[in-house]
């Protein structure tokens, strides 16, 4: 069992950045494909960013070049650092650990709003 605990989301303006991080239990971090995805209202949870265990990323079309995913783990964390962030980015933000097919993990989600 691994418990994640988003934080860092907010309030921005468009065009603003945000950090967010996603904090995992236990010791087995390493092992783990990190994922974000997001959910605006009225639409189905999409895909937001891939790091794997080596630390290769992958990123949806809407977020590539503005987005980074990174993870540090000496501190069970990943981080998703948002750039350019546009209204369109507004959504409940969810990271999940993934370890293979029916094991995988999702944290209580963060909301970013991005609004003059």
């Known amino acids: 069992q691994v418990q994640l605990v988003e934080s860092g989301g907010g309030l921005v303006q468009p065009g603003g950045s945000l950090r967010l991080s996603c904090a995992a239990s236990?010791?087995?971090?390493?092992?783990?494909?990190m994922n974000w995805y997001r959910q605006a209202p009225g639409n189905q949870r999409e895909f937001v960013a891939r790091?794997?265990?080596?630390?290769?990323?992958i990123y949806a079309d809407s977020v590539k070049g503005r987005f980074t995913c990174s993870r540090d783990s000496t501190k069970n964390t990943v981080y998703l650092q948002m750039n350019s962030l546009k209204p369109e980015d507004t959504a409940v933000y969810y990271c999940n650990a993934y370890l293979f097919r029916g094991n995988d993990w999702w944290g209580q989600g963060t909301q970013v709003t991005v609004s003059s």
């Open positions: 236990g010791s087995t971090f390493r092992l783990y494909t």
């Open positions: 790091i794997l265990t080596d630390g290769s990323t």
